[in-house]
């Protein structure tokens, strides 16, 4: 399967020494620890156990945007962040080795928010939470959530990857919606083209 992945000059460096490339949670993002946990376990679940607990996934999409498999570097580069030199390299690996996952829903999982199918289905879990007395306001809405209620929410999180489970009228179609795939390993026979850019945009005014 195509996928693009956005690397820095380093990985780059490193994966052209050794022949392949392997993330460790070094490399992992410190923002929102339990998420990156969920989607370890997921892999290992889903696409199997890298065989070691220091690897972490390597992130990439197989369609970044609305008719655009291949994301756009004369966009791209004013929405990188940090600031500095990266590669987009493109790659074709086994689709049984990646994870696949719809980009937006994934937010609601970085947030901890439940991930509805519909709007009905939304209203329908917000009247659940009001009905409890859960109102927002300062503080996580999940962490003030009971147990039972935390449940709903992590399994509603499953979604992600049930792309037909997602409402078309809702989430809108899954054409225009971008595809993340995170995967364990990329090895240097598996690379088809590599393009290197400068991301010109401060981690501080990183959109999220």
Not at 81 to 106: H, K, M, N, Q
Not at 120 to 134: F, P, S
């Amino acid at each position: 399967m195509r996928i693009w992945t956005i690397q820095t000059e380093e990985a780059w460096r490193v994966a052209k020494e050794t022949g392949r490339l392997k993330a460790t949670k070094d490399h992992q993002d410190t923002t929102w620890p339990e998420a990156y946990a969920w989607m370890r376990e997921q892999m290992v679940t889903r696409i199997g156990d890298p065989g070691n607990d220091e690897i972490a996934p390597l992130w990439g999409w197989t369609r970044w945007g609305p008719r655009k498999a291949r994301p756009d570097l004369r966009k791209l580069r004013w929405n990188w962040a940090p600031e500095g030199d990266y590669v987009l390299i493109e790659c074709d690996l086994p689709e049984r080795s990646l994870l696949r996952s719809d980009f937006t829903t994934w937010h609601h999982v970085l947030n901890r928010w439940y991930v509805a199918v519909s709007e009905a289905d939304d209203n329908a879990h917000a009247a659940i939470a009001t009905g409890l007395g859960l109102k927002p306001g300062p503080g996580s809405l999940y962490e003030r959530s009971p147990e039972d209620l935390r449940k709903i929410v992590r399994d509603s999180w499953l979604r992600i990857f049930d792309f037909d489970s997602l409402y078309p009228d809702y989430w809108g179609p899954i054409s225009d919606r971008s595809t993340q795939a995170c995967f364990w390993e990329l090895r240097s026979d598996q690379v088809m083209s590599h393009k290197r850019f400068r991301a010109a945009l401060p981690q501080s005014k990183a959109p999220r």
